[in-house]
């Protein structure tokens, strides 16, 4: 079964932190040779401290390479615990190709980079011409990156929602064959969740000009990102371990009915086979209940 390294995960975060410090100085250098020394220490003090990009960006940088880098994870530990037969008889595949799909999240973040564009040009960071348009990609490529892993844990939903037409033959529960399907899903919505926290409270709170027409009535557009992430997230937090909850009830049910045939050739009387099936269906939907517990402490960042 494929497993999800943490410290892969750590260095593709970090590295997406880099790639934002990078981002930025090789901006301050572009503009120390266009407006020299004063036109650099406004940008970086807009980089770094004004709006918070270079956390965000490096966020949300990070998270969309960590979804990218595992999402094969997620068919792969599918395909592993149910057979191509029992998969036919759903629209796992269906999902499978938009999950894939290449073009699909590149058309659906384009949308968002377009959305970016106008809400941040209107806005008008506080910064000359150049620098503002440095700024405004660093924006429209959050805006665009958070879509792609937003659409990713969708098509993650609906691959896992698809299972419970899946017909359930063997215990997937004993070696917890589907969880790393939560894995996944947690380690990006708590990453996209705090991004979105920054992005929010950085760009939000930022000192833009409103010089447009539309002035600060455009400000409320800013939390656009919340918005949109927050049902998102919220569903798709919770509904994976309500699947994986009934998926593994159906295990468990296949289990107790193999051992069922095997008691039978036992030479133990009725009321210990019945104590026996009993006392493992108890361990067992107890053990379920508490590895799969939803509680409010598991929304990311509570």
Known sequence: MPRISPFRL??????GLGASLSYGLLGAGILFKIGGMNELQAFLA???????????????LGTAL????????IPQTIEAAFT????SKTQYFLYKRRFQSLRRSLTFSADFIVVAFVLFSYSGFPLSRAAEIIMIIAACAQYALGVYVGRKLF???????????APVTRNLFKERELDEINSYVHIASTLTI??????????????????????????PLLILPALIATPVLLIFTFYPRAVLRKLYSQSI???I?????VLQNEKLSAFQKRSYLIEFNKMSRDELRYSLQLTLSDLPIG
Not at 84 to 87: A, D, K, N, S, V
Not at 198 to 216: A, E, M, T
């Open 10 to 15: 750590m260095n593709t975060l970090f590295f």
């Open 46 to 60: 807009a980089y770094t401290t004004s709006f918070r990009t270079l956390f965000s960006f490096g966020l949300i």
């Open 66 to 73: 960590i979804v990218f880098r595992s999402q094969n994870v």
């Open 84 to 87: 191509e037969t029992q998969l």
């Open 155 to 165: 098509y993650v939903g609906m691959m896992l929602h698809s299972l419970l037409a």
């Open 194 to 219: 705090i991004f979105v926290y920054i992005h929010v409270i950085g760009y939000y709170g930022g000192p833009f000009l409103y010089r447009s027409f539309l002035g600060q009535s455009i400000k």
């Open 253 to 255: 049910d296949c289990e």
């Open 257 to 261: 009915k193999s051992l069922q045939q």
